[in-house]
């Protein structure tokens, strides 16, 4: 069982405090994580597994987004566009 907290945060003071640290650390995996070169990785994992999919099935660009854990087929687009060069759509007419 875990302690009771010591401080706790009116509705009113959670914006405040979150926007006092807007990128400090994100949780993932169970875990915190700076933001920084890990977070650039797993971005980066998160396009090539995107990739690989776009050009190895016939899945659509939004599913392949949801899937490989994008929060829309834009933000894949973006990620997978900056790793390879290419936009995903491009990649699909090629291959």
Do not use: C, N
């Not at 990128?23 to 797993?42: C, F, I, N, P, Q």
């Amino acid at each position: 069982m875990h302690p009771p907290l010591r401080h706790t945060l009116s509705p009113d003071a959670i914006p405040r405090h979150l926007h006092a640290a807007p990128y400090a650390a994100v949780v993932l995996d169970g875990g915190y994580e700076e933001a920084g070169e890990r977070g650039r990785r797993r971005v980066e994992a998160r396009a090539r597994r995107a990739w690989a999919l776009i050009t190895g099935t016939m899945d659509t660009l939004a599913s392949i987004a949801a899937e490989t854990g994008f929060t829309d087929q834009a933000h894949m687009t973006r990620d997978v566009k900056a790793l390879t060069g290419k936009a995903p759509g491009a990649w699909r007419r090629a291959g």
